[in-house]
């Protein structure tokens, strides 16, 4: 399974970022799959930031969730991250990532488990 994300680098304050990962080798929509976007912002460890599942369930974290929105495109094999209102804070390199199985909470949030990675997008909130 390859991953590649894709979107502006450059977000003003305020505005929401947009960014696709498209998925080839696999369907987003094979059971028991889970597509998630992780960040990790400079000098930060990686962060989970929400999922969404083949059975088009979505899962976020809660630090992130009124601000997040996690969607797919069957017919392009690709699921979308919205994040809005943002801020400097949210600069960092963000990864679209999956991993198979019957996961709990703890193992689907846990960035470390995860089985095929994107190379990863570098996004930077400035004016």
């Known amino acids: 399974v390859q991953l590649q994300e894709s979107g502006p680098g450059l977000v003003k304050p305020s505005q929401t970022l947009s960014l696709t990962c498209t998925v080839s080798?696999?369907?987003?929509?094979?059971?028991?799959?889970?597509w998630s976007w992780i960040r990790q912002p400079p000098g930060k460890g990686l962060e989970w930031m929400g999922a969404?599942?083949?059975?088009?369930?979505?899962y976020y974290s809660p630090s992130l969730k009124s601000r997040t929105s996690i969607s797919r495109d069957t017919s392009k094999n690709q699921f979308t991250l919205q994040l809005s209102s943002v801020t400097p804070e949210d600069t960092a390199v963000y990864y679209c990532?999956?991993?198979?199985?019957?996961?709990?909470?703890?193992?689907?949030?846990?960035?470390?488990?995860?089985?095929?990675w994107g190379q990863g997008t570098q996004v930077t909130v400035s004016s």
């Open positions: 990532a999956t991993k198979f199985g019957k996961l709990t909470i703890a193992t689907m949030t846990d960035p470390a488990g995860y089985d095929y």
């Open positions: 080798g696999g369907s987003i929509t094979t059971n028991y799959y889970y």
């Open positions: 969404i599942a083949s059975s088009s369930n979505t």
